[in-house]
């Protein structure tokens, strides 16, 4: 089992190679655009649009990526779920490793 300190030395092998991060979803969608006489719009095309949506203190937003930033917002969402994975993980070596430094310490110190 490892100890805390081995945990912590684990995360910090691994948080480097997981920027940029973020929480939330991306979305490609079709919209019109604003040109009064566009021939796709005309035509009752829509023109691809990427949209970012994140939830922050409770409230829900969506902000428009540009394409070029379309692959780094993938790879931040990727990395943002391994984060996440990395907590999941995390929580119960701690409890456990807590639990074990716990138990030595009442066995050394028996209640009278």
């Not at 919209?31 to 829509?46: E, F, S």
């Not at 023109?47 to 970012?52: F, I, N, S, T």
Request: overall charge positive; aromatic content about 8%; proline content about 8%.
């Amino acid at each position: 089992m490892k100890d805390n300190s081995q945990i912590k030395k684990q995360w910090l092998q691994q948080i480097p190679s997981l920027w940029p991060a973020l929480k939330g979803s991306l979305a490609k969608v079709y919209k019109p655009c604003i040109r009064k006489n566009c021939p796709a719009c005309a035509r009752g095309d829509k023109h691809p649009a990427w949209l970012l949506s994140l939830s922050y203190q409770g409230r829900r937003t969506t902000m428009y990526v540009p394409q070029p930033m379309v692959s780094t917002i993938k790879k931040a969402i990727q990395n943002g779920r391994k984060i996440e994975q990395l907590l999941y993980r995390t929580g119960p070596g701690l409890l456990r490793n807590y639990r074990k430094n716990t138990q030595k310490t009442h066995q050394r110190h028996p209640k009278s």
